[in-house]
């Protein structure tokens, strides 16, 4: 490469580095890009911190739409109800109308149709709109 074609490709470097193509280049690159990877967790991670019995305040308490608890043998499994760590289109315990709210203070409630503890942002086959949400639209 002679003088002539060193400042020709220095030329040309500078126009790209003016041109925006070495940010385009550090795309490809992943230059700049947030190194820490997202957080996986298998589908049924929610289901451990469920594991304890619900507390009598919410077994005997009716749900956010005043439903009471059907008995405990008549409760649907979590398996069974298709139970699911985390909400699905916007559908979720917390606006279920067989959702019972926390009395305790752990942030966890209950629910008239599945078997234990129930996470207000986790969803189930068996959802049905709170009466006051459908009655709005
Ligand atoms: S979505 Fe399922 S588990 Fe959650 S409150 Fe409704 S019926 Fe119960």
Redesign the pocket.
């Known amino acids: 490469m002679n003088d002539s074609e060193r400042r020709e490709t220095r030329r040309r470097l500078l126009q790209l580095a003016g041109s925006g193509a070495v940010v385009g280049l550090a795309g490809c690159l992943n230059i700049g890009a947030d190194p820490t990877p997202p957080v996986q967790r298998p589908e049924d991670w929610c289901l451990d911190v469920l594991e304890g019995e619900v507390p009598e305040s919410e077994a005997t308490a009716p749900?956010i739409d005043g439903l009471e608890r059907a008995d405990e043998d008549e409760l649907?499994s979590?398996s069974n109800?298709g139970?699911e760590c985390g909400a699905r289109d916007g559908?979720?315990?917390?606006n279920?109308?067989?959702?019972?709210a926390d009395r305790n203070g752990d942030a966890i409630?209950a629910?008239?149709?599945?078997a234990g503890q129930?996470r207000s942002a986790?969803?189930?086959?068996?959802?049905?709109p709170r009466e006051k949400l459908a009655g709005d639209e």
């Open positions: 749900s649907q979590k109800a139970y559908a979720q315990c917390g279920c109308t067989f959702y019972i409630g629910c008239t149709e599945v129930i986790d969803w189930c086959a068996l959802w049905q």
